[in-house]
Every structure is written in C-alpha cells, then in structure tokens.
Nanobody, 128 residues
Framework: QEEVAESGGGSVQPGGSLRLSCKVSRYLYSTGGCAAWFRQASGTERETVATIYTPTKTTSYGDSVKGRFTISQDNTPNTVDLQMDSLEIDDTAMYYC????????????????????WGQGTQVTVSS
C-alpha cells in the first residue's frame, strides 16, 4: 500500500516550535525514495519546505526555512519528521507530506508534480 499520513500541526506563537510527523506505509518506506514536506498558504502556490532521500538520509531545504527547520527520519519506525523552530507568521500554511518511490539523484530538485503519494495535510498556524 502506498500512503502517507501527517500529524502534529497546531497553533503556536511566533518564535515557538512544532514537530510534524509523516507516517509512511511500510511498502513505500522499504522501497525507498524521496520524502518531502510541502506547504501551501491561502492564495499561494505549493512550496517545497524540505526533502530527504530515505536510503542515504540526504536532505535539502527551501531558502525560507534553512537554519530553522530540520527534516529527519526514523525517530519512530517508518516516519519522516519536520522539526520547526523559530516559527514566523509567514510559516502559517497547510503542510503536506509527499513521497516519490525509486532512485533519485537530487530530491531537492523535484517539483510537487513529481511526487505521486500525498497526505491530507496538517494545518500550522503561527500568530500572536
């Protein structure tokens, strides 16, 4: 079964932290590939937040989150987490986990249309 499911969204004040988790189905995880977090705020295009190539744990980040967000895997089995620190109001968005199976040279170079498996999304709201 090919599926992913997000959890961990919520509301936080500017400067706070949240941790999102993406549970990846065992089949997908064992196959390996690119796991990614995207986000989409109201009225904007979907934006790549972070990616990780699960066989090597190679990561990449969008410019707006570098130094503040960290993507990691296997903190719990078959999961990809996004630790978000120093949150800003502009981080408010729906966050989506996505997965692309197979060998990929550069997960960070992929577009949202390159990912075939998507979760339902989890809302993150940063406000004072």
């Amino acid at each position: 079964q090919e599926e992913v499911a997000e959890s961990g969204g919520g509301s936080v004040q500017p400067g706070g932290s949240l941790r999102l988790s993406c549970k990846v189905s065992r089949y997908l995880y064992s196959t390996g590939g690119c796991a990614a977090w995207f986000r989409q705020a109201s009225g904007t295009e979907r934006e790549t937040v972070a990616t990780i190539y699960t066989p090597t744990k190679t990561t990449s980040y969008g410019d707006s989150v570098k130094g503040r967000f960290t993507i990691s895997q296997d903190n719990t089995p078959n999961t990809v987490d996004l630790q978000m620190d120093s949150l800003e109001i502009d981080d408010t968005a729906m966050y989506y986990c996505a997965f692309r199976r197979g060998i990929v040279r550069n997960c960070g170079g992929l577009k949202s249309g390159d990912f075939g498996v998507w979760g339902q999304g989890t809302q993150v709201t940063v406000s004072s």
